[in-house]
């Protein structure tokens, strides 16, 4: 396919700060029931504190995800490709605001053998989409070309397009002194849509790609896991798990056949007292930043 004439040519450079920000992780992700969430929550706050951009009862997190029409990162992730990418729009804090001028974050999230990359850039809300859907080149700073044109280049050569979209509710901390690097989060209400993907669409059907009474619990480091950290998840018998949302949120839509990464609900069943899933408070409003 083509590019358009409109991607051929850069707009004049922004005179501003870069937006882009990048930074690599290694990631271990456990399944853990929102009850056991919270105890672990309230022990690791003993050595980490709250990341200031999660209020009280977490903040939502929104991302739409780009594929080609053959699914292409889908089953890069299935396969295990040691070099893979995303691309995705993401959203942090309550779609139903969400206007042209919001900010939003353009990501691509690669993962290099075992190390996950995050690269992205903030923009508003209606650039974004005519950097991922338009497929135009948008006006950016010097240190950002690099990356919009990566971007421009994989919506075009991949022809890549909206695919599906997944939200929940997420708490965060961070480490402290040492433990600087460390950070820990809690996504609980793992919905997602395959279709109506503007973020401020009037009641859209998500659905629970991840089943209510469970959440993830995802340990982020930079370099090493604290000792302390793994002797934790061995006391409370957590068990690494291999899960990406956004994979759920395909094969929970059939999208795609079911894989090894797919959660069964007939292997997670709920606890025998009911529990209340509604959405608590959303808490104060939510940097672009947060992570």
């Known amino acids: 396919m083509s590019q358009p004439d409109t991607a051929t040519k850069d707009p004049p450079p922004l005179h501003v700060a870069s937006r882009l ?14 009850e056991r969430a919270a105890e672990l929550r309230d ?10 951009n999660s209020p009280v009862g977490g903040y939502g997190v929104w991302s ?9 990162f889908y089953w890069e992730k299935i396969e295990g490709l040691k ?10 804090g309550d779609p139903a ?4 001028e919001s900010p939003v974050c353009v990501e691509i999230k690669q993962r290099v053998n075992r190390v996950t990359q995050k690269r992205r850039i903030t923009l508003p809300y209606a650039t974004a989409r005519q950097l991922c859907d338009g497929r135009e080149l948008v006006a950016h700073s010097p240190k950002e070309r690099a990356f919009v044109h990566e971007v421009l280049d994989l919506v075009v050569r991949l022809n890549l397009r909206p695919t599906a979209m997944t939200g929940y509710q997420r708490e965060a901390l961070v480490g402290r002194a040492a433990d600087t690097g460390l950070r820990v989060t809690f996504d609980r209400r793992i919905r997602g849509r395959d279709r109506d993907f503007h973020f401020g669409q009037e009641n859209p059907e998500n659905r629970f790609t991840v089943p209510p009474h469970l ?18 998840a ?13 994979v759920q949120s395909i094969e929970a839509f059939g999208l795609a056949p079911r894989s090894a990464f797919h959660l069964h609900e007939a292997d997670c069943p709920p606890p025998t007292t009911p529990l209340d899933t509604r959405l608590p408070a959303q808490g104060s ?4 930043g947060a992570q």
Do not use: C, Q
């Not at 920000?21 to 929102?34: C, D, G, I, S, T």
């Not at 739409?64 to 292409?72: H, K, M, Q």
């Open 64 to 72: 739409l995800y780009y594929d080609s029409p053959e699914l292409r």
């Open 21 to 34: 920000h990048a930074f690599n992780r290694y990631e271990l992700k456990y399944l853990v029931p929102v």
């Open 285 to 288: 409003p939510v940097k672009a």
């Open 215 to 232: 959440s993830v619990m995802e340990i982020k480091v930079n370099e090493r896991t604290p000792h302390w950290i793994t002797d934790l």
């Open 97 to 100: 605001g969400v206007t042209d």
């Open 83 to 92: 070099f893979r990418r995303k691309l995705r729009i993401r959203h942090y």
């Open 43 to 52: 022990e690791l706050g003993e050595r980490m504190d709250r990341d200031l």
């Open 234 to 246: 061995a006391r409370r018998n957590l068990s690494l798990i291999r899960v990406s949302k956004y």
